[in-house]
Structures are given as structure tokens and as C-alpha cells.
């Protein structure tokens, strides 16, 4: 099993910016992929950044491309989300999720096997 824990979540003013961190522990060599999702009030999680283990390889949805930014650590087993420049509508419980699935970064929530808490981020205008 891998469990995964984030943190740095909070309530900041638009324009400003956040550092989420995912720590993972336990069999972290199962870990291909760590992705990063949001739920908003009464919206299905969407994916918003995944990036390889090993590091390397990212993606972004459209909406938050050239503001957030994903890694990973797979020496210290762990994954930062930085979200710069952030809006209203970014406000959502954000969760850290890891795939034991290799090849494509996957989007759908239903690929990912491990899952965090969630952290709440809250952006007000």
C-alpha cells in the first residue's frame, strides 16, 4: 500500500500563491505516476497536473497551464504543486493521487490507485 498525505492548502487572495505538498510513504516503488485533482462544490474531480514519478514528463490542463507547476521527488517520495497567479475559480479541495499505471500521464480519476486526504485551497476576489 502507499498512502499519501498533503499539506500546505489555505485561503488566499487572487493573485496569490500557494505551495501544495504531497508526501508519500510506505511501497512507493509501485508509484508510476502522481497526479494532482480538484473538487469544487457540486463538480466532479477534475484533474489538474500529473507529472512522471522519475520526474521528467508533465501535464496541465488549459486552465492552469503557465501557472501551476508540478514535481516530483522520487528520492524523498514526494510531490509539490506550485499555483501562482491564482483566481477565484481555483478554489477546491485539492488531492494528491498516485498511479501504479506506466506510459501516458492518465487523466481520469479511475486510473490513480492511491489517494490523499485532500487540502482545501480557497482563492477570494
Known amino acids: 500500500q502507499v498512502q499519501l498525505v498533503e499539506s500546505g492548502g489555505g485561503l488566499v487572495q487572487a493573485g496569490g500563491s500557494v505551495r501544495l505538498s504531497c508526501a508519500a510513504s510506505?511501497?512507493?516503488?509501485?508509484?508510476?505516476?502522481v497526479g494532482w485533482f480538484r473538487q469544487a462544490p457540486g463538480k466532479e474531480r477534475e484533474f489538474v497536473a500529473g507529472t512522471s514519478w522519475s520526474g521528467g514528463r508533465t501535464k496541465y490542463i488549459d486552465s492552469v497551464k503557465g501557472r501551476f507547476t508540478i514535481s516530483a521527488d522520487n528520492i524523498k517520495n514526494t510531490s509539490h504543486l506550485q499555483m501562482n497567479s491564482l483566481k477565484p475559480e481555483d478554489t477546491a479541495v485539492y488531492y494528491c493521487?498516485?498511479?501504479?499505471?506506466?506510459?501516458?500521464?492518465?487523466?481520469?480519476?479511475?486510473?490513480?490507485?492511491?489517494w490523499g486526504q485532500g487540502t482545501q485551497v480557497t482563492v477570494s476576489s
Open positions: 510506505g511501497r512507493t516503488s509501485r508509484i508510476s505516476t
Open positions: 493521487a498516485a498511479s501504479r499505471q506506466w506510459g501516458n500521464i492518465p487523466t481520469p480519476a479511475r486510473a490513480y490507485d492511491y
